[in-house]
């Protein structure tokens, strides 16, 4: 099975390159990146890298090349309410995937799985007390990959990752460096990241009987159930 991941650069999404990576199931990861990965993961054989230098624009060939793959995860996202990085380039890849997707004869739904948070809103009109733009960019982008679902069933199936603080990876945010207070936050409101990673590469490996919104308490309880059970094989 082929798995495709934009963000894998990043701290979450460097976690779910190496579950899909690790993954039985999983013979191909391709990554979307903006520049060149560094690091052990890179020297995978199941890795392609693929540098764009537009993630708005994604190339018809490329889409078609990698329209075989079970899915996507998606794990790029800012903090400071970045529209292309949270909404518009999200976007731009469902509705140019999906275009290819039209266009080809039958095939399972597409799964694609899309990195929230706990505190993203949707509802455009509600007033925030903190956070705001971020919240609500997030919000509808999440709004918008789960009506195109919606709308679009016979090729398409979203999903919603919506963790509170994650820890237990190198960093909690760029701004804010791991430290035992950190991992505690995270342990009480939030979820481990490998359980995080573990749960996200399920949606896309499989997700069946999953809610399309997943909430931080499930992620963290599925998230450790499936680390349980690859520890028994
Ligand atoms: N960390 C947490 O506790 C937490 C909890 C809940 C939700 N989240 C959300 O999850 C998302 C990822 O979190 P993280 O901690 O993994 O963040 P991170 O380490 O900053 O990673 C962000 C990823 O997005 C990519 N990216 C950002 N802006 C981009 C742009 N304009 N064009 C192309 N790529 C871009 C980065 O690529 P480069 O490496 O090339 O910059 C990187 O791969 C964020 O949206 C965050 O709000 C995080």
Redesign the pocket.
Do not use: Q
């Given at each position: 099975m082929k798995l495709l991941i934009?963000?894998?650069?990043?701290?979450?999404?460097?976690?779910v390159l190496k579950h899909c990576l690790a993954h039985s199931e999983v013979s191909k990861v391709v990554a979307f990146?903006?520049?060149e990965l560094p690091g052990e993961a890179t020297r995978d054989q199941k890795l392609e890298v693929i540098v764009?230098d537009d993630?708005a624009a994604w190339p018809q060939h490329i889409l078609r090349e990698h329209a075989d793959a079970a899915g996507m995860i998606w794990?790029?996202?800012?903090?400071n309410a970045?529209r292309?990085?949270?909404l518009d380039?999200p976007l731009a890849f469902v509705e140019s995937m999906g275009r290819v997707l039209q266009s080809m004869t039958a095939r399972p739904p597409f799964r694609y799985v899309q990195?929230?948070?706990?505190?993203?809103r949707s509802d455009q009109g509600q007033r925030l007390w903190w956070g705001e733009d971020?919240r609500k960019l997030?919000g509808l982008a999440d709004a918008k990959v789960l009506e195109y679902a919606t709308n679009q069933p016979d090729i398409w199936k979203s999903f919603v990752v919506?963790?509170?603080?994650?820890?237990g990876?190198p960093?909690?945010?760029?701004d804010v460096p791991r430290s035992w207070g950190t991992d505690m936050i995270?342990s009480l409101l939030?979820?481990r990241?490998d359980e995080?990673a573990a749960f996200m590469t399920f949606l896309a490996v499989d997700g069946r009987g999953e809610d399309v919104v997943a909430e931080n308490g499930h992620i963290a309880s599925r998230g450790r159930e499936l680390l349980k059970q690859q520890g028994e094989h």
């Open positions: 934009v963000g894998a650069s990043g701290m979450i999404g460097a976690e990146v903006r520049r764009l993630f794990n790029m996202g800012s903090y970045d292309s990085a949270d380039y990195l929230s948070g706990k505190w993203a971020a997030k919506k963790p509170g603080p994650v820890g990876g960093r909690l945010t760029p995270a939030g979820v990241i995080l």
